[in-house]
């Protein structure tokens, strides 16, 4: 059985499916699995965020940490902790 879901929430794509397609402005930009598409790297350039990873031996947990300088709908300088 196959089923196919559009997600915004990364905790929930990466908990509930076994493989992962992130997109950038409309075309693929990175397909595999849930480890091998949410790293550190892909989510600062697709969703202009910072964040921690986290891989249990159930999934992973993706932490916001803060935005960074000219990420999608950004604008002005890195938010200060």
Known sequence: MAA???IHDLNLA???SDRLI???NGKI?????PAEVITVENI??????DV???N?????????VVPVNNGPGIKGEQVKS
């Open 56 to 64: 249990t031996s159930r999934h992973l947990h993706i932490i916001p």
């Open 22 to 24: 992130l997109l950038e």
């Open 44 to 49: 600062r350039r697709i969703y202009g965020m």
């Open 14 to 16: 990466a908990q509930f």
């Open 29 to 33: 930009y990175e397909a595999g699995t």
């Open 4 to 6: 196919m879901m559009a």
């Open 52 to 54: 921690d990873i986290i």
